[in-house]
């Protein structure tokens, strides 16, 4: 059973989603602001954060980056749940640090799937195989202990989702993934569930931080109407 916190200024929709999430076992907190979130997640620590973005004060975009801010609960998955689904609302939100998003109105089976997927990713296995310190491909280095990539960019940090996102591709380079692969493969989810806004909204965001000039990358390649695939051979980048 895990602990979700619901930040949401709507008492109607938090209320909605508390019971409804209680059906599938969860425990669920909700909190009516982003000072309030914060607060009752520092002191009873959640699995997951439900987060809308359209709430007086501080939005859902602050809090996030308040969230990823935190020593105490950075860590800590973010799913934006909010009615703002344009394009660029949904960037924002993957550049705050979240690590989804789905736009209102939603199905509660489709929430409940991503929920599953994310808290399937992000909590701790009993047994698992070590992993290799790092994963190196040409001149790009992985530190799979700290999170951070090595390019001839310099260093860089990585979210969570971006470090599962590159280890993926790293440890595959050359393979071409298409979107719902990554879907499958990164984020845990079943078959024709999630949209591909979220794996194009993380590769933009990856590209940002590793590729000399992000809008010609030769890490992270698209292969037209196949996919994406993490270029071996771009080896002599300055």
Not at 106 to 118: D, G, S, T, W, Y
Not at 138 to 165: E, H, I, W, Y
Request: one cysteine or more; a negative charge; proline letters at 6%.
């Amino acid at each position: 059973m895990a602990t979700i916190l619901v930040i949401d200024d709507d008492e109607l929709v938090s209320r909605t989603l508390q019971r409804a999430l209680k059906l599938y076992g969860h425990q669920v907190m909700v909190a009516n602001s982003g000072t309030e979130g914060l607060q009752t997640a520092r002191r009873h620590r959640p699995d997951l954060f439900l987060l809308d973005i359209m709430m007086p004060g501080a939005d859902g975009y602050q809090v996030c980056r308040q969230i990823r801010g935190d020593p105490l609960l950075a860590d800590l998955p973010v799913l934006f749940l909010t009615a703002k689904a344009k394009d660029e609302d949904k960037i924002e939100g993957f550049r705050a640090g979240a690590d989804d998003y789905l736009s209102k109105p939603f199905n509660m089976e489709e929430l409940q799937l991503r929920v599953k997927a994310i808290l399937r990713r992000t909590s701790p296995v009993e047994v698992a195989p070590e992993p290799a310190n790092e994963v190196i491909v040409g001149n790009v280095t992985l530190d799979c202990r700290s999170f951070k990539v090595t390019t001839p960019m310099g260093v860089a940090l990585l979210t969570n989702v971006q470090f599962d996102l590159l280890y993926h591709l790293m440890s595959n380079a050359d393979q071409v993934f298409n979107s719902q692969q990554l879907l499958q493969d990164v984020w845990d989810y079943p078959r024709d569930t999630g949209s591909p806004e979220l794996v194009r909204a993380h590769i933009k965001n990856l590209r940002e931080k590793i590729e000399p000039a992000p809008s010609d990358p030769i890490f992270i390649r698209t292969i037209q109407g196949h996919g994406y695939t993490f270029s071996s051979a771009a080896t002599d980048t300055p």
